[in-house]
């Protein structure tokens, strides 16, 4: 099997060996994933066309603990329950996990972990190093998805499921801070004077973060997905449209990443300028009422 497409924030391989941590500038380096208590974050793992239109099932979920490689347990059958499940879409065979229902008794300690998932007709597929802790709370969370379905890889290899209210979600070290105030008018200038018509104030938003390759990876996705929530210290933000630009470091493997995105909390003035009480037209002359 040829590596699977995997643009989720966890990202899988076709073999353990692959993750982050083994490239040859990272040194062993791991920059895990931050994961909610009891819940692993929503992935989609695209295994190809080649067993198209067969039966398909779920037959293994292993955890294993990161520092040592060594097995923790098999836990199938919770996952499934957990919404985890494979379907075919646009002729290839995909797995999706909803990460919306709780996994307790899964991880009993925080900790670094990976997952082994093997579907019936294909090998084993690898995630990444993931970090299970108690505390998000200096976390940053961005949730994204796309309703219509109507994004892809190559054109063909489908990132949502059509019409399903599966989302990502992203928790990164950061918050937002230093915003930036843009303002645009547009005027016209008669005799040395500035005639206001428009004015417009908007409030943008940014936040910085240290990642590796992969998360820009998964993070490309935000700015093409039609609905897109941050929240920060308990404040969430329907952002209109996002941006990143990556910056990677002395250290190969992570990027310092500086984002910004805009709500809806424009403030526009289309009534024109007012000068000394009159109006200004093209005589210039004082020509309104005055008692």
């Known amino acids: 099997m040829a590596n699977p497409i995997c643009l989720s924030p966890l990202k899988f391989y076709d073999d353990f060996h692959k993750q982050n941590r083994y490239r040859s500038f990272a040194y062993g380096h791991v920059a895990p994933l931050i994961t909610n208590p009891n819940v692993i974050t929503p992935f989609c793992i695209n295994l190809g066309t080649e067993w198209a239109g067969h039966a398909h099932i779920i037959v293994s979920v292993k ?7 060594k097995l923790i347990g098999n836990y199938s059958q919770r996952f499934i329950d957990a919404g985890l499940h494979v379907e075919e879409i646009n002729g290839s065979v995909i797995i999706w996990f909803l990460g919306i229902f709780p996994l307790s008794g899964v991880i009993d300690y925080e900790g670094q972990y990976y997952l082994a998932i093997k579907e019936s007709l294909h090998d084993y597929v690898y995630s990444e190093v993931f970090c299970y802790t108690n505390d998000v709370s200096d976390c940053l969370k961005i949730e994204y998805w796309n309703p219509e379905g109507n ?3 190559g054109g063909k290899y489908p990132i949502f499921p059509s019409k399903k209210a ?9 918050e ?6 843009s303002f645009e008018e547009e005027a016209t200038k008669r005799l040395g004077y500035s005639f206001i018509e428009s004015q417009v104030s908007k409030k943008t938003y940014r936040f910085n973060t240290v990642i590796p390759e992969y998360l820009c990876d998964a993070m490309r996705i935000i700015r093409l997905c039609s609905q897109k929530k941050i929240t920060c210290k308990g404040e ?21 990443v500086t984002c910004e995105f805009d709500v809806d909390n424009i403030i526009t003035n289309l009534g ?7 109006d200004f037209n093209n ?9």
């Open 272 to 278: 024109g300028f007012k000068h000394g009480g009159g």
């Open 283 to 291: 005589d210039f002359n004082n020509d309104y009422d005055t008692e």
């Open 151 to 153: 994004l892809y890889v």
């Open 236 to 256: 969430t933000y329907d952002a209109i449209n996002f941006n990143m630009e990556v910056d990677w470091q002395e250290q190969g493997d992570l990027a310092s």
């Open 176 to 181: 937002l801070g230093k915003p930036e105030y």
């Open 166 to 174: 599966f989302h990502y979600i992203l928790l990164l070290k950061s």
């Open 63 to 69: 955890l294993y603990d990161a520092n040592t490689n």
